[in-house]
């Protein structure tokens, strides 16, 4: 079973900055597959992007292609998602997920963090 622990979320001004990131650990940790996901209120957890231990499996939300960066440090059993260019719209609960497969990670995981919210507005 892995366990994750999202980071780093707050308030920021449209344009701005954040860097999430998610500490995972348990057995064979390094197995899964990694994303992030978010819930905006009143819609549904959206995928935002994915990545393995290794670099590879990487994509993204076509929304935050560009802005966003997936990226994963094993030593530190850390992933993170800086967040570049910021816009209201990218104001949501975001949430670390794990799974054995990308497909299985794509339909959400199974496994996910408790989530950091991100605010956007100025």
């Known amino acids: 079973q892995v366990q994750l622990v999202e980071s780093g979320g707050g308030p920021v001004q449209p344009g701005g900055s954040l860097k999430l990131s998610c500490a995972a650990s348990?057995?064979?940790?390094?197995?899964?597959?990694m994303g992030w996901f978010r819930q905006a209120p009143g819609k549904a957890r959206d995928f935002v992007a994915s990545?393995?231990?290794?670099?590879?499996?990487?994509d993204y939300q076509e929304s935050v292609k560009g802005r966003f960066t997936i990226s994963a440090d094993i030593e530190k059993r850390t992933i993170y998602l800086q967040m570049n260019a910021l816009k209201p719209e990218d104001a949501a609960v975001y949430y670390c997920?794990?799974?054995?497969?990308?497909?299985?990670?794509?339909?959400?995981?199974?496994?996910g963090g408790r989530g950091t919210q991100v605010t956007v507005s100025s």
């Open positions: 990545i393995s231990w290794a670099g590879g499996s990487i």
């Open positions: 348990g057995p064979f940790f390094d197995s899964y597959v």
């Open positions: 997920a794990a799974d054995l497969t990308v497909y299985g990670l794509r339909k959400g995981g199974s496994y």
